[in-house]
């Protein structure tokens, strides 16, 4: 496992090297064509994962996911896998991102390229701001935005804190909201380096509409149903990585 790791890491360092054509080629096209030249480098990562690491996947739901997008996606986090893989089944996602990751080499302006919505998470409520104005922007175009809510990778069986932006922007847009539950962490973890091979879950779950709803409702009804399907997954398919119940 640690020797495919290592291969995984360098055929996939090559391969962002080798995007640089295709960014600079990219940026002269418009942003749909733009969007999917720029993820092939996601694709190629999940190839890696599967053929170098033994990383498959296996997804429930995604019919429930309206096609036409313009819908909030509040996903769990817990590796880099889910933020190749959402961008395959979404229609031209909009990742709510820390503006950090604007600074990583090739990586950083390919997130440009693709329209993230970078924002400064030690700014507070210009935070917020910033992801209510460029996120109903992005759902207006007929985009999907993707939100963390835990605000980063998380540990499997960690505590739970869902912050509350990603449901006030659907609220304040009147947008579907999909909960989405991944299991990544249990085999491409936060902490270690190794990969595990397996198969990773995603469950998409049923949409839940905003109108009528205060963001804390939406907030409480995405976490219960994400969490509740969590636990599922680790009790069905088990999770090496995931926290004994005393470190929760």
């Known amino acids: 496992m640690w020797l495919r790791t290592v291969c995984f890491y360098v055929l996939g360092t090559l391969s962002l090297v080798l995007h640089i054509p295709v960014l600079i080629i990219s940026f002269t096209r418009p942003l749909e064509r733009r969007y999917y030249r720029l993820f092939s480098f996601g694709r190629s990562i999940l190839w890696l994962a599967r053929h170098v690491t033994g990383i498959r996947y296996e997804v429930q739901g995604l019919d429930q996911v309206p096609k036409e997008g313009g819908s909030v996606v509040l996903a769990k986090h817990q590796s880099t896998?889910?933020?190749?893989?959402?961008?395959?089944?979404?229609?031209?996602?909009?990742?709510?991102?820390?503006?950090?990751?604007?600074?990583i080499p090739i990586f950083g302006q390919g997130l440009q390229g693709i329209e993230a919505i970078a924002i400064d998470r030690a700014a507070g409520r210009q935070s917020l701001e910033q992801i209510m104005e460029?996120?109903?922007?992005?759902?207006?175009?007929?985009?999907?935005?993707?939100i963390f809510p835990e605000g980063t990778r998380t540990r499997p069986g960690s505590r739970p804190h869902y912050r509350m932006g990603g449901a006030k922007l659907a609220v304040h847009a009147q947008a579907t909201v999909i909960p989405v539950a991944i299991d990544s962490g249990c085999l491409w973890p936060k902490h270690g380096f190794v990969m595990r091979p397996g198969t990773i879950h995603v469950v998409f779950g049923p949409p839940i509409e905003t109108e009528g709803c205060t963001a804390s409702e939406v907030n409480a009804m995405v976490q219960d149903w994400i969490e509740?399907?969590?636990?599922?997954?680790y009790q069905r398919h088990g999770c090496p990585t995931r926290l004994p119940d005393s470190a929760q």
């Not at 896998?81 to 709510?96: D, S």
């Open 81 to 103: 896998w889910e933020t190749m893989f959402l961008p395959t089944v979404l229609r031209l996602t909009a990742f709510v991102l820390k503006r950090e990751l604007l600074r």
């Open 134 to 146: 460029k996120g109903a922007a992005a759902l207006a175009q007929g985009r999907d935005v993707v």
């Open 228 to 233: 509740t399907k969590q636990e599922e997954l």
